[in-house]
């Protein structure tokens, strides 16, 4: 039974967020990623479309989360079902970190607005 402690999680850092892998390829999944997300106060992530579903939950703080144009305010405990091909933006306004959980299939991808393309190792 593949158990994943928290001293072997693996940490990124990108756009002012930090992403905390602890279900990959690399760790034993065959078909899902997961990690933690940390979202600082202040952060705004650039706008981005994934090419995966993408399961969003919101464990500590509040965001405002805009997909495909619209923009919601998400608190602790909400969960946002993100679409293949959704456009995303994700924005902390607050004094306070906020904490995600989120779940994705192996292989997402994300394009910026300017056409860069990044294939995040959390979810690969």
Same mark, same amino acid.
């Given at each position: 039974? @593949?158990? $994943? +402690?928290?001293?072997?999680?693996?940490? /990124?850092?990108? /756009?002012?967020? =930090?992403?905390?892998?602890?279900?990959?390829? *690399?760790? !034993?999944?065959?078909?899902?990623?997961?990690? +933690?997300?940390?979202?600082? @106060?202040?952060? +705004?992530? @650039?706008?981005?479309?994934?090419? %995966?579903?993408? $399961?969003? /939950?919101?464990?500590?703080?509040?965001? *405002? $989360?805009? *997909?495909?144009? =619209?923009?919601? %305010?998400?608190?602790?405990?909400?969960?946002?079902?993100?679409?293949?091909?959704? &456009?995303?933006?994700?924005?902390? @306004?607050?004094?306070?970190?906020?904490?995600?959980?989120? &779940?994705?299939?192996? !292989?997402?991808?994300?394009?910026?607005?300017?056409?860069? +393309? $990044?294939?995040?190792?959390?979810?690969?």
């Amino acid at each position: 039974m @593949p158990v $994943i +402690r928290t001293s072997e999680a693996v940490t /990124h850092e990108i /756009h002012g967020a =930090r992403f905390v892998s602890y279900a990959s390829p *690399l760790t !034993g999944s065959k078909e899902l990623c997961a990690w +933690r997300g940390e979202i600082p @106060p202040g952060t +705004r992530a @650039p706008v981005h479309a994934v090419t %995966r579903e993408e $399961i969003f /939950h919101l464990l500590v703080g509040e965001l *405002l $989360i805009t *997909l495909d144009g =619209r923009t919601d %305010r998400v608190s602790a405990g909400d969960t946002v079902i993100i679409n293949p091909g959704a &456009t995303l933006g994700v924005e902390n @306004p607050t004094d306070q970190t906020a904490i995600s959980w989120v &779940t994705t299939s192996i !292989g997402l991808e994300a394009e910026l607005a300017d056409g860069t +393309r $990044i294939t995040p190792p959390w979810a690969n």
